[in-house]
Nanobody, 123 residues
Framework: QVQLVESGGGLVQAGGSLRLSCAAS????????MGWFRQAPGKEREFVAT????????YYADSVKGRFTISRDNAKNTVYLQMNSLKPEDTAVYTC????????????????WGQGTQVTVSS
């Protein structure tokens, strides 16, 4: 089993930055692909970014490309999401997920999920 705990969310003004962290425990996730998803009120969960176990493969949703950066530190069993130039439409609960396979953009392909952290961007 893998437990995932997100942190780093909060309230920020438009144009600001936040860095989310996702700490894994229970089993090393160094060989797992990790992903970030978000869900805004009244909307479906959407893919944000994913990173392979080595960090060599990364993929972003078009809506965040150029503004968000996903990274990982396998020694710390932690994955990060650096979010810059935040917009009000980025407001959502951000959740990290893990899968013991290659990167994926569909939530149904992930095996483990965190509880999420709220990100609110004011205009």
């Amino acid at each position: 089993q893998v437990q995932l705990v997100e942190s780093g969310g909060g309230l920020v003004q438009a144009g600001g930055s936040l860095r989310l962290s996702c700490a894994a425990s229970g089993r090393t996730t160094s060989t797992y692909a990790m992903g970030w998803f978000r869900q805004a009120p009244g909307k479906e969960r959407e893919f944000v970014a994913t990173i392979s176990w080595s960090g060599g493969s990364i993929y972003y949703a078009d809506s965040v490309k150029g503004r968000f950066t996903i990274s990982r530190d396998n020694a710390k069993n932690t994955v990060y999401l650096q979010m810059n130039s935040l917009k009000p439409e980025d407001t959502a609960v951000y959740t990290c997920a893990a899968r013991n396979k290659f990167i994926a953009t569909m939530g149904r392909d992930y095996d483990y999920w965190g509880q999420g952290t709220q990100v609110t961007v004011s205009s």
